[in-house]
């Protein structure tokens, strides 16, 4: 038993409320939604102390007054009313959410519309869903958002609250890159859902498009299905949505048999209007009116069933069912016209006195009806231009778990992902689809069934109840996982004792990274010289009699001597520790080296340039560097791949080692590395404090080699051997400035 007195508190964010609420004579009454109580979830919220956040239809005009007192009531449902202007409301949802994101995010371009009053509306509707929200949650919390309506939400409430969990799962396709970089606010929609602690995709196809929209246009590494948002770790993964299998196993024993005249009700209405004459048989295609159902389409292929297998005319009727849209666009008007004509046209040309090809139902049914549709019909046509998941096709097979039966599914619906054994079919090839009708027809009734037992079993193991279980246990996890890098985060506690050991300290020894550490990475390399502050650093810090400043760096020496006075106290490393300097002296080589090992490895880098568009080499001393960070990401990161397979080939016998950092890959001579350089420092002196401040892998050389009571900084939440690590190059400043007084 759960004690609701230590529940969690489960806030859940979608575009309606799970209830209807209706106004009649001036009253306002509120009816629990078939969606929720269909749902199967209802015992799983109880887990929770859960509460609703969604605003009314807008068919429901409420005056203040009645806002009021809807609120207080509905209180009981556990639901808390988002007020929203009737005209936000509408461009928000119907407008950007309908009309832009719901036509691109299906790769329905040409529907897509691109308005900036419509874009000011979805913001502001998603800042009330902040709003109410942000006055109602605290830090302990889960807030689980749904759908497309509420992207930007995620952002907002992170801002109000950074340590709230929080869950967005999208329930429609999310597409690729080439589609997604259509849309005016890319950006502003990618930075809402980054705010999410974990993002749910239906199928892998949609998890993979994310990503890449990520790395592409908000330039934000990805490692395998993690994203590093500054230091917070957040997820994308995939949550198949299941159905309420329990509740179907047992509305189909009620509909096949009562318990006392032998069939149910629905059993005698099922025969009744749709009688099965000897071997006729019948095709449920069922789906809401809207043009990415490609309803059209099937009732083509359908036609062309019919005229290349005539043997089959009087044997096979298509039942077309359309669920109505709650508001119906202009453009699913014009595909009703074409239904119609479509029907009136097959209906013709090959019906008889005593049948009927095509019977064309636009009404709604109840969950009963539908479950009775389902394990009547023989076959489901289920063929959908693109379909987030598609729960029809779940509900035919769960129907059908003990009875034959077919079902052909589009390929593009991501229901196809799961039900495998189902007729796979591209929904744009006619003739496939038509044949699939035939060979769903002759197929005997031992293969339907072992199809149907397989796919059962596996939509019985996972179920709606364990998708939302794994989904809010994921969330849970990445929080973790968050908690163990908040452990080497450093905090003002932190750096207040880092200082206090430093003021202590005698002696005190600085490894200093250049890039990535004291000045921000810059596409072109030579952008990212000192500025101002950072001179002003560096000065107060070499100024203390107390210090040994270093700068380890893999820069070259010429443009470390070019950068810094040689008046300037400061220890230098370049290339990684193949160049040392002293203060006012030379730059000395560590050991011996050749460089005629470049004349065999520049080609092979000279054809990875021409092989990856802003791909370029710099050329230092004795090591080559092929930077890719202007490059595409992708493109970058697979020829960085390839060229790293060829230069070990290549450098297997030259003493040279490939250094993968970050965006560049640099060859250079075995052996020499930050840390021996480190370490040759480490010799001259004895010091009570030291310090080692890097970003790259190459920085781990370093790490290593500073003994335990040192103090080690990664700049990032890469893995790491460091024991403290800062989100970026404004931290560590910050750092030594605190440290430099």
């Known amino acids: 038993m759960y004690n609701r007195s230590v529940m969690k508190r489960l806030i859940i964010a979608s575009n309606e409320l799970p209830v209807n609420i209706i106004k009649e004579d001036g009253n306002i009454r509120i009816i629990p939604a078939d969606e929720l109580k269909y749902s199967g979830l209802t015992q799983y919220y109880e887990h929770f102390d859960t509460c609703w956040v969604g605003h009314a239809n807008e068919k429901v005009v409420l005056t203040k007054s009645d806002k009021k007192d809807l609120s207080v009531k509905l209180n009981a449902y556990h639901c808390s009313l988002v007020s929203a202007d009737s005209g936000i409301s509408d461009l928000a949802v119907h407008g950007f959410a309908g009309n832009t994101l719901w036509p691109l995010f299906h790769y329905f371009t040409s529907n897509t519309q691109y308005?900036?009053?419509?874009?000011?509306?979805?913001?502001?509707?998603?800042?009330?869903?902040?709003?109410?929200?942000?006055?109602?949650?605290?830090?302990?919390?889960?807030?689980?958002?749904?759908?497309?309506?509420?992207?930007?939400?995620?952002?907002?409430?992170?801002?109000?609250?950074?340590?709230?969990?929080?869950?967005?799962?999208?329930?429609?396709?999310?597409?690729?890159?080439e589609i997604f970089r259509l849309l005016p606010w890319r950006n502003e929609i990618l930075a809402g859902m980054l705010g999410a602690d974990l993002i749910g995709f239906q199928v892998f196809d949609y998890v993979r498009h994310m990503l890449s929209c990520v790395r592409r246009l908000m330039g934000v590494d990805t490692i395998f299905n993690r994203v590093m948002v500054g230091a917070r770790t957040m997820k994308v993964d995939v949550f198949p949505k299941g159905i309420d299998y329990a509740?179907?196993?047992?509305?189909?024993?009620?509909?096949?048999?009562?318990?006392?005249?032998?069939?149910?009700?629905?059993?005698?209405?099922?025969?009744?209007?749709?009688?099965?004459?000897?071997?006729?048989?019948?095709?449920?295609?069922?789906?809401?009116?809207?043009?990415?159902?490609?309803?059209?389409?099937?009732?083509?292929?359908?036609?062309?069933?019919?005229?290349?297998?005539?043997?089959?005319?009087?044997?096979?009727?298509l039942l077309l069912i359309t669920l109505p849209f709650e508001r119906l666009e202009e453009r699913n008007e014009t595909i009703i016209y074409e239904v119609n004509e479509l029907v009136g046209r097959i209906n013709g040309r090959h019906g008889t006195l005593s049948w009927v090809p095509v019977v064309f139902i636009s009404h709604p049914y109840t969950p009963e009806e539908l479950v009775a549709l389902?394990?009547?019909?023989?076959?489901?046509?289920?063929?959908?231009?693109?379909?987030?998941?598609?729960?029809?096709?779940?509900?035919?097979?769960?129907?059908?778990?003990?009875?034959n039966g077919v079902l052909i599914l589009s390929e593009l619906a991501g229901a196809s992902k799961e039900l495998h054994e189902a007729l796979i079919v591209n929904p744009n090839n006619l003739h496939e689809v038509s044949s699939s009708i035939k060979e769903a027809l002759d197929m005997d009734d031992r293969e339907q069934r072992r199809r149907m037992v397989v796919m059962n079993t596996r939509l019985k193991k996972y179920p709606v109840t364990r998708w939302a279980k794994e989904f809010i246990s994921s969330l849970e996890g990445v929080k973790e996982l968050q908690q163990t890098h908040l452990t080497k985060r450093i905090t003002p506690e932190k750096t207040g004792q880092i200082h206090n050991a430093y003021e202590k300290a005698a002696r005190r020894i600085l490894f200093l990274d250049y890039d990535g550490t004291l000045s921000a990475f810059k596409k072109n390399p030579e952008d990212a010289r000192p500025d101002k502050e950072l001179y002003n650093i560096l000065k107060k810090l070499t100024s203390d009699p107390k210090n040994r400043i270093v700068i380890i760096s893999g820069r070259d020496k010429e443009t470390l001597s070019r950068w810094f006075s040689v008046e300037w106290p400061i220890h230098f490393v370049a290339e990684h520790g193949v160049w040392l300097k002293e203060p006012g002296g030379e730059w000395y080589m560590m050991e011996p080296m050749d460089r005629e090992w470049k004349n065999e490895v520049l080609p092979l880098l000279d054809y990875y340039i021409d092989q990856t568009p802003k791909a370029f080499i710099e050329e230092k001393n004795f090591s080559l560097v092929w930077h890719y960070r202007k490059s595409d990401p992708d493109l970058g990161i697979q020829?960085?791949?390839?060229?790293?397979?060829?230069?070990?080939?290549?450098?297997?016998?030259?003493?040279?080692?490939?250094?993968?950092?970050?965006?560049?890959?640099?060859?250079?001579?075995?052996?020499?590395?930050?840390?021996?350089?480190?370490?040759?420092?480490?010799?001259?002196?004895?010091?009570?404090?030291?310090?080692?401040?890097?970003?790259?892998?190459?920085?781990?050389?370093?790490?290593?080699?500073?003994?335990?009571?040192?103090?080690?900084?990664?700049v990032g939440t890469k893995t790491t051997k460091a024991t403290l690590f800062v989100e970026g190059v404004e931290d560590v400043r910050k750092l030594l400035s605190v440290l430099s007084g």
Request: net charge negative; charged share 30%; proline share 5%.
């Open 115 to 177: 308005e900036d009053e419509m874009w000011e509306a979805y913001v502001k509707f998603n800042r009330l869903y902040a709003d109410q929200i942000g006055s109602m949650i605290s830090s302990d919390d889960i807030l689980w958002i749904h759908d497309y309506h509420l992207l930007l939400l995620p952002q907002m409430i992170r801002e109000q609250n950074p340590e709230v969990s929080v869950g967005l799962f999208i329930h429609i396709p999310f597409p690729s890159f």
């Open 374 to 403: 389902y394990a009547y019909a023989d076959i489901a046509l289920i063929v959908p231009f693109r379909d987030g998941m598609n729960m029809t096709a779940k509900e035919f097979v769960a129907a059908h778990r003990d009875l």
């Open 247 to 317: 509740r179907f196993t047992e509305e189909i024993m009620q509909f096949r048999q009562d318990g006392n005249n032998g069939k149910s009700n629905l059993v005698r209405e099922m025969e009744k209007r749709f009688p099965k004459k000897g071997e006729n048989k019948y095709i449920l295609s069922i789906d809401p009116l809207d043009y990415t159902k490609g309803i059209p389409q099937r009732l083509k292929a359908f036609e062309l069933f019919l005229s290349t297998w005539p043997e089959y005319q009087g044997r096979v009727t």
């Open 639 to 714: 020829r960085a791949w390839e060229l790293k397979e060829q230069l070990r080939n290549l450098t297997a016998n030259l003493n040279l080692e490939i250094l993968d950092g970050d965006k560049v890959l640099e060859i250079k001579y075995s052996g020499i590395n930050k840390g021996k350089a480190a370490l040759q420092k480490l010799s001259q002196d004895d010091y009570d404090f030291i310090l080692a401040i890097g970003d790259d892998w190459t920085d781990e050389y370093t790490f290593d080699a500073m003994p335990p009571e040192s103090y080690t900084i990664k």
